[in-house]
């Protein structure tokens, strides 16, 4: 039996019993909890003035750390009769939907995130920002809204914060104010709090898709055109290097896991990244993860220390999630010596960009290259530069493909190969616009010729 005191009734309060009769058959509260008619309103009310009484009657009725080690179904099925006795002690009206709601409540806040794990589980959100009690934030399909979800104060927020930081073994406090980690489900979580977050404890979470998307469901999304896909497919099958750039939350990496289906499943793949996102299908695969430092300030590994040891793994290809500094050289000098067909995504906002910001990663390493060695490097390691962009309207394209043919006068030649054209966009409305093949015969078709690839990838041009 779960209880501190099976054979006593716990003690309570007095409260003013809830007004108004019981729904029949009401719906519960959506994904958003925001309500969708006035009647899920008033039951998301009920519900939550039941929870503010009930809530820490449960926790003194029960052995909490008992509690704490238990999964959730297990702990449903212990609080379901004490939360019954309670309501009926306090003359708390539920029907019996909003009193599963209410035990779902109660377990989300002793073993879950509280109030935000049902937006958790909602597939059709990609971002969770919780920026004060009052105030947590959702991305739907690109485009950002306000939930009616509620924390009770700044302390119902950092003790979540808390629980997730303390699951993943890491620590958040005054000394080490901010942190990034990965929940169970692979979601990216950052934490910042006081005195950095003025306000109170901020929460960002990047949820981790479960299914990958395909090029065949991105063709579909108008996130590409076919002849797009084709030409992205066939440059990732006959090992070409390729940088996709974009802002934060353009899809760089959902492209860069639609990429990885087209290697072929023979092949020894290495991942590196800051916090484990890819979800690559093929079987031969070794995930690498960097590490913080520790509560001294030591045992930090970085990117670079993972490319350099991924060098002597026998990769076929490296796919680093991200370069954002000195790793920069190390990951163009495997692009060149042997590790064709790696990948990677930068922050940039068009491909001449890619150049500059690459040069500058490489000076960070610490070795005084000219610039202009710097330059030939990136122009014989790096083959195509892919472009995505989160628009106005919320959806997610490839704006441009671009091809690297060499340098000139010490100036890197970048010939586009496709670009997205906007015909017409109103303000919060769809955009609307076409994928435009330049013309620009790819030099890429002559490695395709090897392969047998040449006349497929000649017909989809020829047709977009």
């Known amino acids: 039996m779960l209880g501190k005191r099976p054979n006593r009734t716990p003690r309570t309060k007095p409260e003013k019993p809830l007004t108004g009769q019981p729904l029949n058959q009401p719906s519960p509260p959506n994904s958003e909890g925001a309500a969708s008619t006035q009647s899920d309103e008033a039951i998301q009310q009920r519900v939550e003035a039941a929870m503010a009484t009930v809530h820490p009657l449960v926790l003194e009725a029960i052995d909490v750390s008992q509690a704490s080690q238990m999964k959730a179904k297990e702990l449903a099925l212990h609080i379901r009769p004490i939360i019954s006795h309670l309501l009926n002690n306090q003359r708390l009206q539920l029907n019996a939907k909003e009193q599963a709601y209410l035990e779902d409540r109660i377990v989300d806040d002793m073993i879950g995130l509280g109030p935000i794990e049902q937006l958790l589980k909602d597939e059709t959100i990609s971002d969770i920002l919780v ?206 010596t042997g590790h064709d067909g790696s990948m990677c995504t930068i922050h940039a906002s068009s491909p001449q960009e890619v150049p500059a910001r690459l040069t500058n990663m490489v000076m960070m390493s610490g070795y005084d290259f000219p610039t202009s060695a710097i330059l030939n490097q990136i122009a014989t390691s790096i083959n195509l530069l892919v472009q995505t962009e989160r628009m106005r309207d919320g959806k997610r394209r490839i704006v441009n493909i671009s091809e690297i043919v060499g340098i000139k006068n010490q100036t890197i030649m970048i010939h586009s190969l496709f670009d997205y054209v906007i015909h017409s966009a109103t303000f919060n409305e769809s955009v609307t616009g076409a994928f435009v093949y330049t013309g620009t015969t790819p030099k890429l078709l002559n490695i395709a010729a090897h392969y047998g690839l040449a006349d497929t990838l000649t017909k989809a041009l020829s047709q977009s």
Do not use: W
């Not at 399909?141 to 119902?156: A, Q, V």
């Not at 890491?170 to 934490?191: C, F, I, K």
């Not at 490296?318 to 000098?333: H, P």
């Open 131 to 336: 920026n004060g009690p009052d105030a947590i934030y959702i991305e739907r399909f690109g485009k950002l809204s306000k939930t009616k979800i509620r924390f009770r104060d700044n302390e119902h927020i950092m003790n979540i914060v808390l629980r997730i930081v303390s699951m993943l073994g890491r620590r958040v406090d005054e000394t080490t104010p901010y942190v990034d980690a990965r929940l169970q489900d692979g979601s990216r979580v950052n934490v910042i709090i006081p005195p950095l977050a003025i306000d109170g404890p901020c929460l960002s979470i990047r949820k981790f898709r479960k299914q990958t998307m395909t090029f065949e469901q991105l063709v579909e999304q108008q996130s590409l055109s076919k002849a797009m896909s084709v030409l992205l497919s066939i440059a990732t099958k006959i090992r070409m290097n390729i940088i996709i750039l974009g802002g934060t939350g353009s899809g760089k990496t959902t492209l860069l896991n639609a990429l990885s289906h087209e290697i072929p499943s023979d092949e020894r793949i290495i991942t590196i990244e800051d916090s484990a996102e890819l979800q690559l299908q093929q079987p031969h695969i070794v995930r690498l993860e960097t590490r913080p430092p520790n509560i001294e300030g030591t045992g930090t590994i970085t990117e670079r220390h993972l490319v350099r040891n991924a060098l002597r793994m026998r990769p076929d290809r490296i796919i680093l999630g991200e370069i954002r500094g000195e790793e920069a050289f190390d990951m163009l000098q495997a692009m060149n």
